[in-house]
């Protein structure tokens, strides 16, 4: 019998990791060892780090950043790659009927997927792009001033020299870049979709899970068979780590950019079915 596999994604700081740490506090098996929490996510990513390690890898070998901070097309995967990744698949099918994995940088690997698991089931979580980029900039802003109490006198003095815009404006510095990414990466998610089977895939936003999870579960139990077990999302919810987005449109320069975003946002709002949820 073939396994049931699940495949969660979804852009950076769209709600991937409190989406899979729900599915799997409902049983479903994300991964052997799961990456724990930090500064970005501090209760943890839920990431299934065989999946994300090979993510990871076959974006370094081409040059790219491993988080996956990419906004636009790189060299398709060898056959080596591909390899690794079917036997992996092959590993997890062998070992469970019903699975998944969560990772963002999957967005970026979605035609291999399509391939090895035609099967697969996808969920996935999306958030508008003012909320979207305003989180990853604050997060990026974190981690800069987390970097600089490191360093001694001397390098720090460097750091508000040459990098002050980094420091004092980073929506200034940061939201165009990452406003590019976040168009990059619904394209690619558009793209696979609409190679799908319809009922093969599920848009979900925070807010529906927070309104409505039992629509959610039942999907995942009655239309896809996934063997789970009913535990409230509020249980895994936390308001207070979902940080309000502002309106970044001032910073970004390049309107063509801005008006993709913008089609892409109410593409996205119209695939939240049924009940439909606010991009904020």
């Not at 460097?158 to 980073?170: G, H, I, M, Y």
Request: proline content about 4%.
């Amino acid at each position: 019998m073939n396994s049931k596999v699940l495949i969660i994604t979804g852009m950076h700081r769209s709600g991937t990791s409190v989406l899979t740490q729900w599915l799997n506090r409902c049983g479903l098996f994300i991964g052997n060892k799961l990456v724990g929490p930090d500064l970005g996510n501090i209760q943890g990513h839920f990431e299934d780090c065989e999946f994300l390690s090979l993510h990871q890898e076959f974006l370094k070998k081409r040059k790219l950043a491993d988080v996956g901070f990419v906004n636009r097309p790189f060299p398709e995967l060898n056959t080596s790659e591909t390899d690794q990744i079917e036997n992996l698949v092959e590993t997890r099918n062998k070992e469970h009927y019903t699975w998944g994995w969560k990772d963002p940088r999957t967005c970026l690997f979605l035609d291999m997927y399509r391939k090895i698991i035609p099967s697969a089931r996808y969920i996935i979580i999306v958030r508008g792009y003012n909320s979207t980029v305003s989180s990853l900039v604050r997060r990026e802003h974190k981690m800069i001033l987390k970097k600089l109490k490191s360093k001694d006198y001397l390098s720090k003095l460097k750091w508000r020299l040459f990098r002050k815009k980094k420091l004092e404006k980073p929506f200034e510095y940061f939201s165009e870049r990452f406003l590019r990414i976040w168009v990059y990466y619904y394209q690619q998610i558009f793209k696979h979709v609409d190679r799908l089977p319809p009922d093969s895939y599920r848009f979900v936003h925070y807010d529906q899970l927070l309104q409505n999870d039992s629509e959610v579960f039942s999907k995942l139990t009655n239309d896809w068979h996934f063997s789970l077990q009913y535990v409230p999302f509020s249980d895994v919810s936390r308001s207070d780590l979902i940080s309000e987005g502002q309106n970044i449109e001032r910073y970004i320069t390049d309107k063509n950019l801005l008006e993709k975003a913008k089609a892409i946002e109410k593409r996205t709002h119209d695939l939240l079915h049924p009940v439909k949820a606010e991009f904020v």
